[in-house]
């Protein structure tokens, strides 16, 4: 599924997480998600860092979305991500009461907005703790996040600077990470990372046992979570072959990035 | 054939049925031996009692461990391993009916390698079945060298 069909199909039940090591992925991302929203008539809140919040806004007018009008009439309303993170922070923790008493009145008074049809929320606070390396901390906001939406139905969407590739990213954090939401979007939308982990893969282990081997990877539930193909085998491979794992993502990301700069050059063109 | 032996722990015994039957299709290099609970997964691992003899019954290379087991649990079983000086990077793969929230996040927390569901559908259940052993023929012997060349 696309991105631009996933977000189409997300309901307030949703609540999507995007693995991202590329700034311009990610704002192609955001800007159909936020589009979508605003088509259906949703009030939309994206709480983000200044210089995302600059790159959603000119991919925004690049696709032909005025944000102008729309951050007028606040049906689209950007927060910085430290800033308000920073308002409900207590000793550096983040607190449930101080959480919902910011984040939950934005969500309420969006939803009470004439002609709301719902909230549609992008957020990235939980980035800024797992790049400071608090993991523990990142889960505990989106748990929050969670408790709120039980009260407050809204469409989440949340991005994490991960490179599932990347050695020093361990299947325990990107399990931790990914357990909180409801569907994980591919790294790319045209199956780079999947194409470039099966060629690593069965150059390292052989066609025949990577054939045999799938039907494995696919019946591993990893979460109550929606999980793209190569995602879901890099994680498989992180827990149950490390060894084997270090060499096919090793490969695998030479790979990767031949075909993210081939997509891109044929996106130039 | 190189074999390899793999411990099914699984109370049922229609389900210790159904898994044999697939091994023995699916993933003939595999020797599958049962245990019916989880105190006895326990002795067989630690060698005691009629587990002492190890060619009639081999140290596994990796568990197939199911969740609800009598005497004590599965998660109880793996928690064990993963203490266990010398077992405790064996693999183990839950087989579980139980696709409880909170079984997957304690095994997962516990140290499980893989979490899957059981399944009636017998062909699906070959082809997972088939995937373990291929899986169980890496473990035993990961690959050092690739199998083709180096990429240009």
């Not at chain 1, 390396?133 to 505990?140: F, H, K, Q, S, V």
Request: proline share 5%; hydrophobic share 45%; glycine share 6%.
């Amino acid at each position: 599924m696309t991105p631009q069909e996933t977000f189409a199909r997300a309901g307030s039940r949703a609540h999507l997480v995007q693995f991202y090591s590329e700034d311009v992925v990610l704002a192609r991302n955001v800007a159909l998600y936020i589009k979508e929203g605003v088509e259906r008539g949703e009030r939309i809140v994206v709480v983000s860092t200044a210089a995302h919040t600059k790159l959603f806004r000119e991919q925004l007018r690049a696709s032909g979305m005025a944000t102008e009008p729309l951050e007028r009439d606040r049906r689209l309303q950007f927060f910085d991500a430290q800033e308000t993170m920073d308002s409900f922070l207590v000793d550096g923790e983040p607190d449930w009461i101080r959480f919902e008493q910011k984040i939950g009145s934005v969500i309420r008074d969006a939803k009470a907005a004439p002609g709301s049809s719902g909230v549609r929320a992008y957020g990235e606070m939980v980035d800024l703790l797992w790049k400071q390396g608090r993991l523990g901390a990142a889960t505990r906001l989106e748990g929050f996040w969670n408790r709120l939406r039980r009260t407050e139905p809204l469409t989440l969407f949340c991005s994490y600077t991960v490179d599932v590739l990347a050695p020093g990213t361990t299947s325990v954090e990107l399990q931790e990470l990914i357990s909180t939401h409801s569907q994980l979007l591919p790294a790319r939308s045209n199956g780079e990372l999947e194409s470039a982990v099966n060629r690593a893969m069965i150059e390292i282990l052989g066609a025949a046992t990577v054939e045999a081997l799938l039907p494995l990877i696919r019946a591993n539930v990893v979460a109550r979570v929606v999980l793209p193909e190569a995602e879901r085998t890099v994680l498989w491979l992180r827990r149950n072959l490390p060894p084997v794992a270090d060499k096919v993502l090793i490969r695998a990301r030479s790979y990767y990035e031949d075909e993210c700069a081939r997509s891109n050059h044929a996106g130039e063109k | 054939m190189q074999t390899y032996t793999v411990l099914h722990v699984e109370d049922e015994p229609a389900d210790r049925m159904i898994v044999s039957a697939a091994f023995k299709k699916a993933a003939p290099n595999v020797l599958l031996k049962a245990a019916i609970d989880g105190e006895q997964a326990i002795a067989y691992l630690s060698g005691q009692g009629v587990f002492a003899n190890r060619e009639l019954h081999p140290m596994p290379l990796l568990v197939l461990l199911d969740i609800k087991l009598p005497r004590k649990s599965g998660l109880e079983v793996l928690e064990w391993i993963r203490k266990h000086p010398t077992l405790k990077s064996m693999p183990v793969l839950m087989l579980t009916s139980s696709s409880e929230s909170n079984d997957l996040d304690r095994a997962y927390a516990l140290g499980a390698n893989s979490y899957l569901v059981k399944t009636v559908d017998l062909p699906a259940m070959r082809e997972i079945v088939r995937g373990i052993g291929e899986y169980a023929a890496i473990v035993a012997a990961p690959p050092t060298v690739e199998k083709l060349s180096a990429p240009d």
